[in-house]
């Protein structure tokens, strides 16, 4: 059997939940035999039901699914789910006779758990199977699990020469109108985004998913606003009916923006360092359930984050536009004296977008 085949289906399956199942990750499911896909499913929106779960009741005739292999990005919950049962347990009650399995949960309730349900019922298990595959697809929710903080990604439209605008502050558009379509598949992708009030007061934009029939998938939008600067006439409280936001500040926002329901006011000290206040944000997003957390800013915001190691991974859209020394580049002095303390992120993959590249870029533990 084509292994390899049916887990890049189920893998693809999960990339069609990344960013609608909430705090839950986003696992695919395919049910294959004698070569021919029984079944398939995914996570739902909102995280319930299960991918496993949605593919085993998709089949009417369960007597299909006796003797047939499961391939499954994610291993099967071992908690009870309110019908009674884990997907591990449901797994056991089909007949399926072998399981291949990406990614090992590092939940506490399954963590290998899953696992040992299946192979106390007599199912042949495959583990880390195509591992490196699907490993991205559960770097979020793993991240927020392990670290209390959301899979940090920045995102950065530039000139050829890192310019992200010109020098009188002018940036439409450096990047094609490709690159900036699959921007917004982006966002729909991750659970939130985050800017800072002078990339609102500058671009004055909504920060939302705009692609036609993506747009319910609009991520939570996140601004760092410390003194109040953006006006609650700015399109981004007024002109996205599709998510909602949260505020943080240092400010009192005693009747701040009470007028306006979806927007949550979060207030920081104003007197703590600048790692405190980051850290203090991405947990509280953690705490919110945030996986996946974007990040589009300018070079202050892009310097401080790179400067206190915050970034897990860099999208580069590179255009073949030359601005010069005197444009704003996307990131602004590090002060750093020697090559060994730099970090370094390695390259993952490149796409191209017309004469637009996107660089995919992952933080390395290598400093050259």
Not at 14 to 42: D, F, H, Q, Y
Not at 305 to 320: E, K, V
Request: one cysteine or more; proline letters at 3%.
């Amino acid at each position: 059997m084509n292994h390899n085949k049916w887990m890049k289906y189920a893998i693809l399956e999960a990339l069609r939940s990344k960013g609608s199942t909430g705090m839950n990750p986003p696992v695919g499911c395919v049910i294959v035999k004698n070569e021919n896909i029984i079944s398939s499913g995914r996570t739902s929106p909102g995280g319930r039901p299960h991918a496993e779960e949605n593919a085993i009741n998709n089949v009417k005739n369960k007597k299909k699914l006796v003797g047939s292999t499961i391939y499954l990005t994610l291993e099967p919950c071992a908690h009870k789910n309110k019908n009674g049962l884990s997907c591990a347990e449901l797994i056991c009650t089909t007949g399926i006779t072998e399981a291949y399995i990406s990614c090992i949960d590092m939940d506490s309730r399954t963590f290998n758990k899953g696992i040992k349900i299946l192979k106390n019922n007599n199912i042949k298990v495959i583990e880390n199977f195509m591992k490196d595959e699907s490993i991205s697809l559960y770097n979020g929710f793993f991240s927020r699990l392990i670290y209390k903080k959301p899979y940090i990604t920045l995102k950065v439209a530039c000139s050829l020469d890192g310019k992200i605008a010109l020098k009188n502050n002018r940036s439409k558009w450096i990047t094609n109108g490709l690159s900036r379509a699959y921007v917004h598949f982006i966002r729909s992708q991750n659970d939130a985004i985050l800017t800072s009030s002078s990339t609102i007061i500058s671009d004055d934009p909504l920060m939302d998913c705009r692609l036609k029939g993506l747009e319910y998938r609009s991520p939570l939008r996140v601004i760092l606003d410390r003194y109040l600067k953006v006006s609650k006439n700015h399109k981004i409280y007024n002109e996205s009916p599709y998510s909602d936001i949260v505020l943080f500040s240092v400010s009192n926002m005693n009747k701040h923006l009470d007028e306006k329901e979806f927007v949550s006011k979060i207030k920081l000290e104003d007197n703590i360092s600048n790692l405190d206040y980051f850290n203090i944000i991405f947990k509280d997003l953690a705490n919110r359930g945030i996986n996946n957390l974007l990040i589009e800013c300018g070079s202050k915001l892009n310097t401080i984050l790179l400067s206190l190691n915050l970034i897990d991974q860099l999208l580069i859209f590179r255009s073949g536009h030359i601005i010069g020394n005197d444009g704003i580049p996307f990131v602004n002095e590090l002060n750093s004296l020697e090559m060994e303390n730099l970090n370094n992120y390695k390259i993952l993959s490149t796409r191209t977008f017309g004469n637009d590249v996107l660089e995919i870029r992952k933080l390395s533990n290598e400093s050259h």
